[in-house]
């Protein structure tokens, strides 16, 4: 964190004094609030999708019939937490695996009809908690947000992918 103050030419102590001013703790809060706001008091057909679910209904809204390997990957998640997600999405109707042709040993995960329906349902809910992350900030401000985002996340991925 040091390094990074520096690196941004800044002599602001008090962020390496102060937990909720790190940088870790900051951007895990901010998650957290977002993924609350979006679920609260949402439960569809009997079912009280989880923050970790709706990651995962996302990535597969992006690319359907992964494999819960490459799903850990990319949610940056440890396999044992995906597997239990995807056993509750499945109860739940969200997800179906079906065998990878590729590879019998692997089975590929796909949303159902109901899996796209939440997360359709999950649209205006998300688009809210961004509008009430926003208030009081420029669109610039958002979109410089965004990008540093981005480039952390970035940087972080080239170093942890280095070491694996």
């Keep these: 964190m040091l390094y990074l103050l520096n690196r941004c030419k800044r002599n ?3 962020l390496l004094t102060s937990p909720e001013n790190h940088l870790i703790f900051l951007t895990n809060r901010v ?7 979006v679920l609260s008091d949402l439960e569809f057909e009997g079912y009280q999708p989880h923050g970790s679910h709706i990651g995962l209904l996302a990535d597969l ?8 390997q490459d799903l850990a990957i990319s949610t940056i998640k440890n396999k044992g937490t995906v597997a ?3 056993v509750s ?5 969200m997800i179906e695996r079906k065998n990878d042709p590729e590879d019998r040993r692997q089975k590929r995960i796909f949303l159902t009809e109901k899996g796209r329906h939440l997360w359709a ?3 205006s809910r998300r688009a809210h908690a961004l509008d009430v992350a926003a208030q009081g900030l420029q669109t610039e401000e958002m979109k410089n947000c965004t990008a540093v985002l981005h480039k952390i996340y970035h940087n972080l991925h080239l170093q942890l992918s280095t070491h694996e």
Excluded: F, M
Excluded at 31 to 37: E, F, N, Y
Excluded at 61 to 68: A, H, L, S
């Design 121 to 123: 349902l999950t649209e």
């Design 89 to 93: 999405l499945e109860t739940a109707g």
């Design 31 to 37: 998650g957290r609030q977002l993924a609350k706001l």
């Design 84 to 86: 239990r997600a995807l």
């Design 61 to 68: 809204i992006n690319k359907d019939g992964q494999r819960q």
């Design 12 to 14: 602001e102590s008090y």
